[in-house]
């Protein structure tokens, strides 16, 4: 009876990575024609994480695989298409100078527009910036819907902005990107998956011109209420690179939070031209 138990799990187990396979195997025939990878995290676990699917070994298992592929891909020199905590973005391997110039192509972007980077962790942000803020003040707005500017560290990569010593850091509030950047042991160029000056996206089909770009979509399913502008804000962009003062590069969708950290808490002045 126990070996028809476990039979049950095992045939259970194959029926689950068949469906989702099969998904998956869809998504990629659709984009055939593209020379591009869709591949859909399972619903509801986009965000989750590994920890917190811990009970569902099918889930577990599947969200790993996409993660390594999507590694492997970034390390090749690709361009990858991932979900955030806000926005769709485009992201790269900050070290990667072709890499960097694949995004700024593929959006017909400015190249004097800055890219964000994307790390993993707090701890991470110390290797490629300069930080003169507290510690508990990264921690405050991190992970979260926020870029801080900062000064660059000689570590990152001199063909990443090359017009300016500051550079924006970021830690999506989203399980994924997080372990994806860690991953991938260095930092992600990120930005907005869109053509330039059109708007974010929050669902896949939304860039569906830049498909045939990309080596690979991370479909995490809508991001947001996709009927709210609001939602389309993108990250709060924040210039802490001045000691004790900040600046609002832009307002984005977590202005009024971010403020009252940097005021209330830390007593940081709004920077004017009179400083």
Not at 162 to 187: N, S, W, Y
């Amino acid at each position: 009876m126990l070996f028809l138990t476990r039979l049950s799990h095992i045939a259970f187990d194959a029926l689950i990575r068949s469906d989702i396979r099969a998904t998956n195997s869809a998504k990629t025939d659709m984009c055939k024609e593209l020379k591009c990878r869709v591949l859909k995290l399972v619903p509801g676990t986009a965000n989750a994480g590994p920890a917190k699917q811990s009970g569902d070994r099918v889930q577990v298992s599947a969200w790993k695989e996409i993660l390594s592929t999507a590694v492997n891909i970034l390390k090749q020199g690709n361009v990858v298409a991932v979900p955030t905590d806000t926005v769709y973005g485009l992201a790269c391997l900050a070290q990667n100078s072709e890499a960097i110039q694949r995004v700024y192509e593929m959006k017909g972007r400015n190249g004097n527009k800055p890219l964000a980077i994307c790390v993993g962790a707090v701890e991470d942000i110390y290797k490629y910036c300069k930080v003169t803020v507290p510690d508990q003040l990264l921690r405050d707005l991190l992970p979260g819907p926020v870029t801080l500017v900062l000064e660059r560290s000689e570590e990152l990569n001199k063909d990443l902005n090359p017009f300016t010593q500051l550079v924006g850091v970021r830690i999506p509030d989203h399980a994924f990107m997080q372990v994806l950047a860690q991953k991938c042991g260095e930092p992600l160029a990120l930005t907005s998956a869109n053509i330039s000056s059109q708007s974010s996206t929050l669902t896949v089909d939304e860039f569906h011109d830049l498909l045939p770009q990309l080596a690979l979509v991370i479909d995490g399913g809508p991001i947001g209420d996709v009927m709210s502008p609001e939602c389309r804000l993108g990250s709060t962009v924040v210039n802490l690179s001045i000691p004790g003062q900040y600046s609002i590069i832009r307002p984005g969708c977590a202005l009024m939070a971010t403020v009252e950290i940097l005021e209330k808490k830390y007593s940081m002045l709004l920077e004017t031209p009179d400083h």
